[in-house]
């Protein structure tokens, strides 16, 4: 699937980590974002990697594991 910027977006099933977006990138328990929470994609990183923008912070996730959503 493609994604591009600003598209709204959510997890398929539960992380075991997250990894945060910052210069340093450091991993989070999975329970800051919630498996029905939206999100907006704010920037890609890579083909297989973007960056999405959740209420509870900024997170390097990878494509195969969200989906699109209708808001």
């Known amino acids: 699937m493609e994604f591009n910027i600003q598209d709204k977006v959510k997890l398929k099933n539960p992380l075991s980590y997250l ?3 910052d210069n340093m990138p450091m ?8 498996i029905d929470e939206v999100g ?3 920037a890609i990183k890579s083909p297989d990697t973007v960056e999405i923008k959740f209420r509870r912070g900024s997170f390097l996730i990878d494509t195969d594991k969200i989906e699109k959503t209708q808001i």
Not at 27 to 34: E, G, H, M, Y
């Open 40 to 42: 907006e994609i704010i």
């Open 19 to 21: 990894k945060t977006s």
């Open 27 to 34: 991993l989070r328990p999975p329970d800051l974002v919630a």
